[in-house]
């Protein structure tokens, strides 16, 4: 693909919009590295992994590669079997993190997984968590500066050591500056550092009463910094300390880089992947807000654009265009007045097929189809006026010469105002003659023209098509719609009348012109207006085709519903009186049994109390299922109700269908009501209702079952909630919002002091969270909030009372 017509059609535009989508700086490249592409299946690919990241976003939102950086410096010194700094280690265990984040998002429900896999579950699938090595760098290091002292049982020693020699040196300097004998030598009661060791402020003049080394002095020279003799062993004890710590350090992070190594080329494939599906889901995203579609890429190269819009017009204010090409006809000239929207009709088609190639969703309706070109030519010329010289004309032949050169049948040819800027009837056939040429070599065209002579050579041309933009006279306003298979009507006599041209002159004008002229712009006119109508009318009856075929849907969906619970309702009738037979005939059998068995009693005065008593049992029981198979309602209507009881939001009962509903209107005059009964709604009388629940009374239910939730969820929270949350390595965006439903949380639980672990690093996580915490007590959520203190993390951490 040439690039001039990648900056002709604005392409690169489009590409720096795409790049913002992206997370990451390397997915970013990546974005500003694509260029339309020419193999179908690369295409087709591409536009498969945009329409399915496009399909997880809408399912699950996006997904986050905040933490993907370079690494391949880092990766290379590993491979070399070099050291890795803590801010090193730490980009690889973001990066881990975004892998096994990455990971859950790439997993898919078994019911989405049925209808088969799609273009990136082998991407997600491939990627390697590796979480030993991410565990282990998080459990040591806690920032660039800050190693946690859990790190290693000797960094951990020698860290209580440090402590202990600080503590031991503070004591005895304190006890020093705190003699009454040695306030006045001091220039401040204070212990200071100096070069890295602990001295306090001594005058001048009092140099002699002080034993130790001097590592300092103020600038007009009145104060010395001395080292006291009694610290200076501690204090070079707390020296060699240090150096062992960062010893320790130096070999903790050798182990880290060891323990990377082995899985070096895991995380080069993890930082690819990921990559590539930054620059996929900035595709998906685009599309999303661009409300974009995938095409449909046909073989035979032709095109058919339904409501496209141009991605660079305000997505509100552009008209959508239909466009075909290629299948009736393979060469489209458009005409029209100037700011009619041709030159826009021209780059949209131009640029929607560049985007297509490109992997990327076009801006138009679902069904759309493009074809594929092996290059796409493109000559429009961004200025609108009439002023057109000679030195325009030839740079625009210049640049058509060379598209004529080059196009053959798998290209794409735009021409903007062809062979404008010169004499009207030289400059008429000679665009005749180049779209002959074009046409003959079966080149899909696309072309603008003024040039009357151009409509007519299109309508006796066969697989030439004529289109125009539409243009309203009465407003003297284009409206930048594409009028396909009408050429466009001058306008010029009905604008100039307009705008108040004597009519004499505009008369005068008229005679000027040939009598052929004038009834072919007759017929233009007439065509026009027709097409407007026929369009029009085509609308309605495509939305009195929806809304017929919708309710067609509905009728169908009540019928279904109703033949269904029908036919359940006579199964279970007939199983019923099944099983009342079926009865009634063991106790009549078991019965005459019976009773003959007693009959052969003779004059036996008890058998014949028993037969009796026989007799009167089966009565009875025959009773019984004569009962149960006369038919009645399950429950009856006990209480006749007034059309005045019934409320929208009633429950009732409908006694003739043994069903519970909802009152949704309320009755009319005949006491007729419609009442919501599952998905069934039904008009039944208030005879047949009895009311179970008032509306008052729901909403009095609802409102305990919801007291009774929330307490169910702060029990909930209360045996889940911990009183301390980690948002180290996080954004202040990203720390706000896991603090924001964790405070709730931690209120619902009744906690009444949380700690917010943040780090030091460079302050400015702290610095964030502490004017969040200012807002919070604005609002009253918490009361207050305070550095950690000493053993509690120092300002590593916040302290928030709720």
Same mark, same amino acid.
Do not use: W
């Given at each position: 693909?040439?690039?001039?017509?990648?900056?002709?059609?604005?392409?690169?535009?489009?590409?720096?919009?795409?790049?913002?989508?992206? !997370?990451?700086?390397?997915?970013?490249?990546?974005?500003?590295?694509?260029?339309?592409?020419?193999?179908?299946?690369?295409?087709?690919?591409?536009?498969?992994?945009?329409?399915?990241?496009?399909?997880?976003?809408?399912?699950?939102?996006?997904?986050?590669? =905040?933490?993907?950086?370079?690494?391949?410096?880092? =990766?290379?010194?590993?491979?070399?079997?070099? !050291?890795?700094?803590?801010?090193?280690?730490?980009?690889?265990?973001?990066?881990?993190?975004?892998?096994?984040?990455?990971?859950?998002?790439?997993?898919?429900?078994?019911?989405?997984?049925?209808?088969?896999?799609? &273009?990136?579950?082998?991407?997600?699938?491939?990627?390697?968590?590796?979480?030993?090595?991410?565990?282990?760098?998080?459990?040591?290091?806690?920032?660039?500066?800050?190693?946690?002292?859990?790190?290693?049982?000797?960094?951990?020693?020698?860290?209580?050591?440090?402590?202990?020699?600080?503590?031991?040196?503070?004591?005895?300097?304190?006890?020093?500056?705190?003699?009454?004998?040695?306030?006045?030598?001091?220039?401040?009661?204070?212990?200071?550092?100096?070069?890295?060791?602990?001295?306090?402020?001594?005058?001048?003049?009092?140099?002699?009463?002080?034993?130790?080394?001097?590592?300092?002095?103020?600038?007009?020279?009145?104060?010395?910094?001395?080292?006291?003799?009694?610290?200076?062993?501690?204090?070079?004890?707390?020296?060699?300390?240090?150096?062992? $710590?960062?010893?320790?350090?130096?070999?903790?992070?050798?182990?880290?880089?060891?323990?990377?190594?082995?899985?070096?080329?895991?995380?080069?494939?993890?930082? $690819?992947?990921?990559?590539?599906?930054?620059?996929?889901?900035?595709?998906?995203?685009?599309?999303?807000? =661009?409300?974009?579609?995938?095409?449909?890429?046909?073989?035979?190269?032709?095109?058919?654009?339904?409501?496209?819009?141009?991605?660079?017009?305000?997505?509100? @204010?552009?008209?959508?265009?239909?466009?075909?090409?290629?299948?009736?006809?393979?060469?489209?000239?458009?005409?029209?007045?100037?700011?009619?929207?041709?030159?826009?009709?021209?780059?949209?088609?131009?640029?929607?097929?560049?985007?297509?190639?490109?992997?990327?969703?076009?801006?138009?309706?679902?069904?759309?189809?493009?074809?594929?070109?092996? $290059?796409?030519?493109?000559?429009?010329?961004?200025?609108?006026?009439?002023?057109?010289?000679?030195?325009?004309?030839?740079?625009?032949?210049?640049?058509?010469?060379?598209?004529?050169?080059? #196009?053959?049948?798998?290209?794409?040819?735009?021409?903007?105002?062809?062979?404008?800027?010169?004499?009207?009837?030289?400059?008429?056939?000679?665009?005749?003659?180049?779209?002959?040429?074009?046409?003959?070599?079966?080149?899909?065209?696309?072309?603008?023209?003024?040039? &009357?002579?151009?409509?007519?050579?299109?309508?006796?041309?066969?697989?030439?098509?004529?289109?125009?933009?539409?243009?309203?006279? $009465?407003?003297?306003?284009?409206?930048?719609?594409?009028?396909?298979?009408?050429?466009?009507?001058?306008?010029?006599?009905?604008?100039?009348?307009?705008?108040?041209?004597?009519?004499?002159?505009?008369?005068?004008?008229?005679?000027?012109?040939?009598?052929?002229?004038?009834?072919?712009?007759?017929?233009?006119?007439?065509?026009?207006?027709?097409?407007?109508?026929?369009?029009?009318?085509?609308?309605?009856?495509?939305?009195?085709?929806?809304?017929?075929?919708?309710?067609?849907?509905?009728?169908?969906?009540?019928?279904?519903?109703? !033949?269904? @619970?029908?036919?359940?309702?006579?199964?279970?009738?007939?199983?019923?009186?099944?099983?009342?037979?079926?009865?009634?005939?063991?106790?009549?059998?078991?019965?005459?049994?019976?009773?003959?068995?007693?009959?052969?009693?003779?004059?036996?005065?008890?058998?014949? @109390?028993?037969?009796?008593?026989?007799?009167?049992?089966?009565?009875?029981?025959?009773?019984?299922?004569?009962?149960?198979?006369?038919?009645?309602?399950?429950?009856?209507?006990?209480?006749?109700?007034? #059309?005045?009881?019934?409320?929208?939001?009633?429950?009732?009962?409908?006694?003739?269908?043994?069903?519970?509903?909802?009152?949704?209107?309320?009755?009319?005059?005949?006491?007729?009501?419609?009442?919501?009964?599952?998905?069934?709604?039904?008009?039944?009388?208030?005879?047949?209702?009895?009311?179970?629940?008032?509306?008052?009374?729901?909403?009095?239910?609802?409102?305990?079952?919801?007291?009774?939730?929330?307490?169910?969820?702060?029990?909930?929270?209360?045996?889940?909630?911990?009183?301390?949350?980690?948002?180290?390595?996080?954004?202040?965006?990203?720390?706000?919002?896991?603090?924001? %439903?964790?405070?709730?949380?931690?209120?619902?639980?009744?906690?009444?002091?949380?700690?917010?672990?943040?780090?030091?690093?460079?302050? #400015?996580?702290?610095?964030?969270?502490?004017?969040?915490? %200012?807002?919070?007590?604005?609002?009253?959520?918490?009361?207050?909030?305070?550095?950690?203190?000493?053993?509690?993390?120092?300002?590593?951490?916040?302290?928030?009372?709720?």
């Amino acid at each position: 693909m040439n690039h001039k017509v990648l900056q002709t059609l604005e392409f690169d535009k489009i590409i720096n919009i795409l790049t913002g989508y992206a !997370t990451t700086e390397l997915g970013k490249e990546r974005c500003a590295a694509l260029t339309p592409m020419e193999d179908e299946s690369s295409i087709l690919n591409a536009q498969d992994q945009t329409q399915d990241a496009l399909t997880r976003i809408y399912k699950r939102g996006n997904v986050s590669f =905040l933490g993907v950086s370079d690494l391949k410096p880092s =990766l290379m010194r590993l491979r070399m079997k070099g !050291t890795l700094g803590a801010g090193e280690l730490l980009r690889i265990a973001a990066l881990l993190e975004t892998v096994k984040n990455a990971v859950d998002y790439g997993v898919r429900p078994e019911e989405e997984l049925e209808l088969g896999i799609d &273009s990136l579950d082998e991407m997600f699938e491939s990627l390697i968590p590796l979480p030993d090595l991410l565990h282990e760098i998080r459990r040591c290091i806690v920032s660039e500066e800050e190693f946690n002292d859990d790190a290693s049982p000797t960094l951990k020693s020698i860290r209580r050591s440090i402590r202990q020699t600080n503590q031991k040196i503070h004591t005895q300097l304190t006890a020093m500056i705190s003699s009454s004998s040695n306030q006045e030598k001091l220039q401040d009661a204070i212990v200071t550092m100096r070069n890295g060791r602990y001295c306090i402020p001594v005058k001048q003049e009092y140099r002699s009463s002080f034993q130790g080394m001097i590592h300092d002095q103020s600038a007009s020279g009145n104060t010395l910094f001395i080292e006291p003799m009694a610290v200076v062993t501690l204090n070079n004890e707390l020296k060699e300390l240090e150096g062992k $710590e960062q010893s320790e350090i130096e070999r903790i992070l050798s182990v880290l880089s060891e323990q990377a190594a082995f899985g070096v080329d895991d995380l080069a494939h993890n930082q $690819e992947v990921l990559i590539c599906l930054d620059f996929i889901f900035a595709k998906a995203k685009y599309a999303k807000d =661009l409300d974009a579609s995938k095409p449909i890429f046909r073989e035979d190269g032709v095109i058919n654009i339904k409501q496209g819009r141009h991605p660079l017009l305000d997505q509100k @204010k552009v008209v959508p265009i239909n466009v075909s090409l290629g299948k009736d006809f393979s060469m489209l000239i458009v005409t029209g007045p100037n700011t009619g929207g041709k030159t826009v009709s021209l780059k949209t088609v131009g640029l929607l097929t560049l985007m297509g190639q490109s992997g990327l969703h076009i801006p138009a309706f679902q069904g759309s189809s493009l074809g594929i070109f092996r $290059e796409v030519f493109a000559d429009i010329g961004d200025e609108q006026s009439i002023e057109q010289n000679l030195s325009t004309f030839s740079s625009h032949m210049t640049n058509i010469v060379s598209i004529i050169q080059q #196009a053959h049948k798998d290209s794409l040819v735009l021409l903007d105002e062809l062979c404008g800027g010169t004499d009207p009837i030289e400059g008429a056939a000679l665009a005749i003659s180049i779209l002959n040429d074009l046409h003959d070599r079966g080149v899909k065209t696309m072309a603008t023209t003024h040039y &009357s002579e151009l409509k007519m050579f299109a309508l006796s041309t066969d697989d030439i098509e004529n289109a125009s933009c539409e243009f309203d006279v $009465e407003t003297l306003s284009p409206t930048y719609r594409l009028m396909i298979g009408i050429p466009g009507k001058s306008n010029a006599f009905a604008i100039s009348k307009k705008l108040g041209l004597d009519n004499h002159i505009i008369e005068n004008a008229s005679e000027q012109i040939d009598e052929s002229v004038k009834d072919f712009e007759s017929i233009l006119a007439d065509l026009e207006q027709s097409k407007q109508t026929i369009e029009q009318e085509q609308e309605e009856i495509f939305e009195y085709r929806k809304e017929i075929e919708s309710l067609r849907k509905s009728l169908k969906n009540k019928q279904d519903n109703l !033949t269904e @619970k029908r036919e359940k309702m006579l199964r279970d009738a007939r199983e019923e009186a099944h099983n009342i037979i079926s009865e009634a005939k063991e106790i009549a059998d078991s019965t005459i049994r019976e009773y003959n068995k007693l009959k052969k009693q003779k004059n036996n005065q008890n058998a014949n @109390k028993k037969m009796e008593h026989m007799r009167s049992d089966l009565r009875g029981r025959m009773n019984k299922l004569e009962n149960q198979m006369a038919y009645k309602s399950k429950k009856k209507v006990n209480k006749r109700h007034d #059309a005045s009881d019934f409320q929208i939001g009633d429950q009732v009962y409908v006694s003739s269908l043994s069903l519970a509903g909802t009152v949704q209107t309320l009755p009319n005059a005949k006491g007729d009501l419609y009442v919501q009964m599952g998905m069934m709604r039904s008009l039944v009388n208030i005879k047949d209702l009895e009311i179970t629940k008032t509306v008052k009374e729901v909403k009095k239910e609802n409102q305990r079952n919801e007291s009774r939730n929330r307490g169910r969820t702060a029990i909930n929270k209360s045996s889940s909630i911990k009183p301390e949350i980690n948002v180290m390595g996080m954004t202040v965006d990203e720390a706000i919002a896991q603090l924001d %439903k964790y405070i709730d949380d931690a209120c619902l639980a009744n906690l009444n002091q949380i700690t917010v672990v943040h780090g030091k690093g460079t302050g #400015a996580l702290r610095k964030g969270l502490h004017t969040y915490f %200012k807002q919070l007590k604005k609002q009253k959520r918490i009361s207050g909030y305070r550095d950690g203190e000493y053993g509690e993390g120092d300002l590593g951490v916040t302290v928030v009372m709720l």
